[in-house]
């Protein structure tokens, strides 16, 4: 018999509804939200009715009601259940809010988990939120994590914070706060002696832009390739960026803008054309201008744009191995 027929596990719901399995846990206790019925006595499993509920209380905490009056609302109902109860790898409907309520993120057609994890946000819960990143790395990969889950949420988040006044602030620090730990956690420590001879890749935001969480993607899944990183993160000034260049080598150079207002196609430009290296031996960097702002900036010939971290781990593959056979 399929797991659909029994209910759903704790787990699963908790992945659809973005809420940690121990919140799920703590909510039955506390305040009766549970399952009408457990196989075996012990086991939980959730049936659509139970689980319109669980719609109904993350609705209202999500709009600011504390948990101990939301879970009485909600178990008045009553809440309308799904036609059916889904197989695990469905999606289950989404709660509908009520007028004005004003919580809802601009996430559009995603994935699944962005709900889940921008849900999650938005209530604070910093254990669904950290939960649910290291589940969506663990299950698609950091890359397909980045561009499909984490991205689309932190630019829903961000939105919605710049239509809604002061509101969300804290809401985009949390998650962005979590991502860049889910990112660090998923880059491990940096690779020692993996690819000797290979020169690194260096890292940096130009100067007056304080945005990493793209960087530190883009350094974690160069890491995952074994390939040496120097991350100089937010607003690197222009002569710190030129010493660096000057001092490492690097294979290439990838500078971050992203807004329009902090590009710099002169510094691109610059650090281009520096040079290192004995007289008849000399080097120069490869040069990425990555991120939105440099969308439509005069840019250097044989400046490279990639087009997302896929493209961009490629192009910096490519880069890496080329100066490394250089050098041999």
């Known amino acids: 018999m399929t797991e659909s027929a029994h209910g759903l596990t704790t787990g699963a719901v908790a992945r659809r509804l973005g809420v940690a399995p121990t919140t799920l846990r703590s909510w039955d206790r506390r305040y009766g939200i549970g399952p009408a019925a457990r196989e075996d006595g012990r086991h939980r499993r959730w049936t659509p009715e139970d689980v319109a509920v669980l719609h109904e209380m993350c609705r209202l905490t999500s709009s600011g009601i504390p948990p101990a009056e939301a ?3 909600a178990l008045a109902g009553p809440a309308p259940a799904p036609p059916a109860p889904p197989a695990d790898g469905e999606p289950l409907p989404r709660p509908a809010r009520g007028p004005g309520s004003g919580n809802g993120l601009p996430l559009g057609a995603v994935r699944q988990e962005c709900r889940g994890l921008g849900r999650a946000a938005v209530r604070l819960d910093a254990w669904a939120v950290d939960d649910m990143l290291a ?7 950091l890359v397909a994590a980045w561009e499909e889950v984490m991205a689309p949420t932190l630019h829903a988040v961000g939105r919605k914070w710049e239509t809604s006044g002061d509101r969300y602030v804290e809401v985009e620090h949390l998650l962005s706060w979590h991502v860049s730990s889910a990112l660090r956690r998923a880059a491990g420590p940096p690779p020692s002696g993996s690819r000797a001879g290979v020169p690194p890749v260096l890292l940096a935001c130009v100067p007056g832009e304080q945005h990493t969480l793209a960087l530190e993607a883009l ?9 040496p990183t120097l991350m100089f993160g937010p607003a690197v000034p222009p002569e710190a960026l030129d010493q660096a260049v000057r001092r490492t080598g690097p294979a290439a150079v990838v500078l971050w803008s992203q807004a329009r207002s902090t590009a710099n196609p002169p ?8 040079v290192w290296g004995v007289r008849g031996a000399r080097a120069r960097p490869a040069v990425l201008p990555a991120g939105p702002g440099w969308a439509g900036q005069p840019l250097a010939p044989g400046t490279l744009r990639p087009g997302g971290l896929r493209d961009a781990l490629a192009l910096l593959r490519g880069l890496c191995d080329t100066a490394a056979a250089g050098q041999s």
């Open 71 to 73: 879970a009485r609302a």
């Open 135 to 141: 589940s969506v790395v663990a299950e698609y990969g």
């Open 219 to 227: 350094a974690a899944g160069l890491a995952e390739l074994g390939l």
């Open 267 to 274: 510094l691109a430009r610059h650090v281009a054309d520096t």
